[in-house]
């Protein structure tokens, strides 16, 4: 289910990426950013639309969400009253994901994929850290092994020398 007033950081990113894909996916949005030159610029446009609309969402003020974003106050409020093409496209996928118009099961499973993804990846991350750490423990403990065979042939020596 998408927070359409996020309460969480988690779910105002959750709402951030549906608005960012929802809109993207959009028949008219895929269209219009056919153009290389076009799509640069208002993909990162549309991410700060969405990421202010969903920090707006969860009560953050104009102020707020400027420094979070890196953008100028004046930026976030075109955004946020749609006077940005990627603002007003922002809001309208925002509204029809209110309405229940916009099929965005495909977007929570490819979020929900993002996210496994990303706890996978931290998992094998930990993992390799692991192992490195078993393989340098076998080594000092080869290491060790060898200092303890070495004392023992010494106290053995010295044992034969005292009879």
């Known amino acids: 289910m998408i927070p359409i007033v996020p309460t969480s950081k988690t ?12 809109t ?60 940005t093409k990627a603002g007003k496209l922002v809001i309208e996928t925002y509204n029809m994901i209110k309405r229940g118009e916009l099929n965005i099961e495909e977007v929570e499973k490819f979020l929900e994929t993002m996210v496994r993804k990303e706890e996978l990846e931290k998992k094998l991350s930990s993992i390799k850290s692991l192992e490195e750490e078993i393989n340098n423990l076998k080594k000092e403990n080869e290491l060790l092994n060898s200092k303890l065979e070495n004392v023992k042939d010494a106290l053995k020596k010295l044992l034969t020398e005292l009879e």
């Open 24 to 83: 993207l996916f959009r028949p008219e949005i895929l269209e219009l950013i056919k153009d290389p030159v076009e799509k640069v610029t208002w993909v990162d446009s549309l991410a700060i639309a969405a990421g202010a609309l969903a920090r707006e969402k969860s009560g953050y003020t104009v102020g707020e969400i400027a420094d979070e974003l890196g953008r100028t106050e004046q930026t976030i409020r075109k955004h946020l009253k749609g006077e």
């Open 11 to 22: 779910e105002i990113d959750k709402l951030e990426h549906v608005l960012i894909l929802g």
